[in-house]
């Protein structure tokens, strides 16, 4: 009988190979960014809080301004909870009634 031949071991990949294919990946994700074309309302009271914590992620990930509005909210509830960061972002992102989307995530 034959014996079977022995998988070929996997090369360990470099650092640089592994940091540049993170790099990457860290590159194609989507960022926020405001719509140039749509004048911002003029927001009062919670939106313009939240507005001004959006505006300050421009560029960054969807993820990266959930954490840093956990981390440091830009305002609370009379009840002294903090709101869900997501639904301030669906907010400024979607066209709604009375508001026209003022952010897109690209």
Known sequence: MAKPKAKPKAKPVPAAAAAAAAAAAAAAAPTIQLIPDIKAPNFRGMRAAWYAALQANVGQTPAA?????????????????????????TFFTTDNKSVPAVAKIA
């Open 65 to 89: 301004f959930i954490a840093a509005t956990l981390a440091n909210p830009p305002c609370l509830t009379k009840a002294g909870t903090v709101e869900k960061p997501q639904g301030w972002l």
